[in-house]
């Protein structure tokens, strides 16, 4: 996945474009930036790659997290419902806006499941945030009934799967609002950096604003605008939206190669026929930035994932037992540690998460290994691969 590994040229001419006006600023100082405004150049990129109205670039995925849901009004006590298995940036995002995550079981698709989703709706409900693990995509479909039948919000996580689709719609772009991180691991990087995509006026003026202290950006003197409600500074930096536009050029090419790898490795898999391969909702088509399979049993998967790191095929992830990406490691969330208090309603509100039942995502993320697909490698090299985890995976299993 990650575009860091094709770090070339055109990275480096856009970068220097900047560093000729020496304007690091996305906002401001007409005059002096030669007419280089890329942050205002990779919105309107992305808008057109992702067929959607607004894009608001930010300064990580997380804050993309956090300006989305504040944004659409999202604040203390609104319980948003999140997957059990996601990057520890879902429960921050809500966290800091005094909002309250709601952990929902994941499913065969590695993401929310409809169901669970349906029976964790509260009054407080206010939104709804599945995350495309790993490449691939919730039913978003069923998620956005489910949504409209109790006028919550979807506000999609796409931070890993950029370049996917869904019923012919960019992933980002089905539900309300959708994210992007653009951080040093994604498929495509800008350093750090995120975006915020949306086809609602009103959700992305309210972006705009609130990333930057409030301003409303109306005239050309920052020192003269209004602040028609508070904000913070979630910017993104010239330098950063630099290296994103030229990375976002060869979104495409990065895609392009991820599903021919992908698929090298999958039908060499498919021989085994104890292995079986995360559901993919139908509509979607993966970005290919991990291979995700599940093993007969969750001993099987624990061997697996030890054989194939001393066999020295990298990049295969066990999540089960992950410290960032599955709830049972999160125990700072669980305990409610942190350095000064939490709202009152976080404190209140904040299921105890050690009395929870997440049996069915146990039951599927327990049984799963993850290969992350890697730009960089040769075609050789993947083939070379796939034998192996072949011949390890068959060991194991006879
Ligand atoms: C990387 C990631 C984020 C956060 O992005 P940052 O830019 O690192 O803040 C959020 N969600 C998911 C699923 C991610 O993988």
């Not at 950063?240 to 895609?255: K, M, N, P, S, T």
Request: with cysteine; net charge negative; charged share 25%.
């Amino acid at each position: 996945m990650p575009g860091f590994e094709l770090f070339g040229e055109k990275e480096k001419k856009q970068v220097n474009d900047v560093l000729e006006t020496g304007v690091l600023m996305r906002y401001g100082f007409d005059g002096m930036r030669n007419g280089q405004w890329k942050a205002k150049e990779f919105e309107n990129a992305l808008s057109k790659r992702m067929q959607c109205k607004y894009t608001h670039l930010v300064s990580s995925g997380t804050a993309a997290l956090t300006v989305a849901l504040a944004s659409a009004g999202v604040g203390a006590g609104d319980e948003v419902l999140m997957p059990t298995f996601t990057f520890v940036a879902s429960f921050e995002s809500i966290l800091a806006l005094g909002a309250v995550p709601i952990l929902v079981d994941v499913d065969a698709t590695l993401t929310l499941n409809p169901d669970a989703v349906k029976k964790a709706i509260t009054s407080k409900t206010k939104a709804v945030m599945p995350v495309h693990m790993c490449g691939s995509m919730a039913d978003l479909k069923a998620l956005k009934t489910i949504c409209d039948s109790h006028n919550l919000l979807l506000v999609e996580d796409a931070c890993q799967a950029i370049g996917g689709s869904y019923e012919g719609k960019p992933l980002g772009t089905y539900g309300d609002l959708g994210c992007f991180s653009f951080d040093f691991v994604k498929t495509i990087t800008s350093g750090e950096g995120g975006a915020v995509v949306t086809n609602n006026k009103n959700y992305y003026v309210n972006a705009d604003h609130y990333s930057d202290h409030g301003h409303d950006h109306i005239g050309s003197d920052r020192g003269a605008e209004e602040h028609p409600f508070l904000g913070y500074n979630y910017r993104i930096s010239e330098l950063h939206a630099a290296v994103g536009i030229a990375q976002l050029e060869r979104l495409d090419e990065f895609l392009q190669r991820q599903q021919q790898y992908y698929t090298i490795v999958r039908e060499a898999l498919s021989t085994i026929s104890e292995i079986t391969f995360r559901e993919v909702p139908v509509g979607g088509i993966e970005n290919y930035s991990f291979l995700s399979f599940f093993m007969p049993t969750q001993e099987l998967a624990e061997k697996a994932h030890k054989a194939l790191g001393a066999e020295g095929v990298d990049a295969c992830f066990y999540w089960f037992a992950n410290n960032w990406h599955y709830y049972k490691k999160w125990d700072h969330l669980t305990n409610k540690t942190s350095l000064g208090k939490l709202p009152k309603e976080v404190q209140e509100q904040l299921p105890d998460y050690t009395k929870s039942d997440f049996s069915l995502s146990d039951k599927w993320v327990g049984r799963n290994i993850s290969c992350l697909i890697k730009l960089s490698w040769t075609t050789e090299e993947v083939e070379e691969r796939a034998q192996k985890m072949v011949e390890t995976i068959k060991g194991l299993l006879n």
